[in-house]
């Protein structure tokens, strides 16, 4: 579908909301303060963001937009989608000094994805085993969705939903674009062990260098452990193989993003060859 300029929906858009009580000042404000764990809608901001959203399926329900925005470009919007213009007043009033893009838009929540998506994929598994900091949760689906992995699977997050903004924004919208499935340790413990999946540990009290895994051919559930905590000894308990990355002497650890990075693509070298 062709782009739809910025100039094009203000076209459309009926009246401009300069009012925090009108009534879709206040959809957006509860949608906002919702802690649902089933939201029906969610705030998703960003043109990149949104177009990412939309190439995965994710149906938009209305976009908004400042008066004082530029002119950026909406990849895949519908025209008949619902379209606002909101005064700075109403978006200060929706926002405060929340990080907040001038386009953004009210999104139809996808279905939950489930750890049974994971089984017939080809890809390896990450396992975040505690990780708890968002930033770090979208940079993984990111490097997940580019190296291949068939999902990504979070445990003790804190996270309600994948719908949450601040991970839909760090995922770059990429969150969608695979099966990330919110679920607790016991859950994920029992799916390993049904579906038999090897499964490897990366920390830096192992002793095996991150190097021995090209020679691992079979598919792999890899789990890299909570920022403060490492991994739970349940998990760890399953480990078929344990990994270390080699660092220079005076370096204690590397961002947890960062070790599935390198772990994801020692691995795919190994299935590419």
């Keep these: 579908m062709a782009a739809v300029s910025l ?24 949608v906002l303060r919702s802690r ?3 939201p029906r ?19 938009l329900d209305s976009v908004y937009f400042s008066a004082s925005a530029n002119d950026p470009k909406l990849t895949g919007v519908d025209p008949g989608v619902p379209r606002y213009c909101l005064s700075e007043s109403v978006i200060q009033n929706l926002f405060g000094t929340q990080k907040h893009s001038r386009i953004f838009t009210l999104a139809r929540t996808p279905k939950k994805r ?3 998506e994971l089984a017939g994929g080809r890809g390896d598994i990450l396992i975040l085993d505690g990780v708890r ?12 969705c580019a190296l291949g992995a068939a999902g990504v699977v979070v445990i003790n ?9 601040r991970l839909v ?15 607790t340790r016991a859950e994920c413990i029992a799916f390993v062990r049904q579906k038999q999946l090897a499964l490897a540990t990366l920390s830096a009290s192992a002793t095996e260098p991150l190097s021995s895994i090209r020679t691992v051919r079979e598919r792999l559930a890899l789990v890299l452990g909570g920022e403060r905590e490492g991994l739970s000894r349940e998990l760890d308990a399953l480990a078929t193989h344990r990994y270390a990355i080699l660092m220079a002497s005076g370096v204690e650890s590397l961002n947890v993003s960062v070790t599935a990075g390198i772990a994801l693509y020692e691995h795919a070298v190994s299935a590419s060859h």
């Excluded at 924004?169 to 679920?183: E, I």
């Design 7 to 30: 100039e094009q929906l203000k076209q459309t858009v009926p009246q401009s909301i300069d009012d925090p009580s009108h009534p879709v000042a206040k959809r957006l404000a509860d």
């Design 36 to 38: 649902s764990e089933k």
């Design 41 to 59: 809608t969610f705030v998703l901001d960003d043109p990149e963001n949104i177009a990412q959203a939309v190439a995965c399926g994710i149906e």
């Design 114 to 116: 489930s750890l049974g």
């Design 133 to 144: 900091i968002v930033g770090n949760i979208g940079a993984i689906i990111r490097t997940a």
């Design 157 to 165: 997050s804190g996270l309600s939903t994948i719908v949450d903004r």
């Design 169 to 183: 924004r760090a995922s770059r919208g990429l969150v969608f674009a695979m099966p990330v499935v919110l679920t």
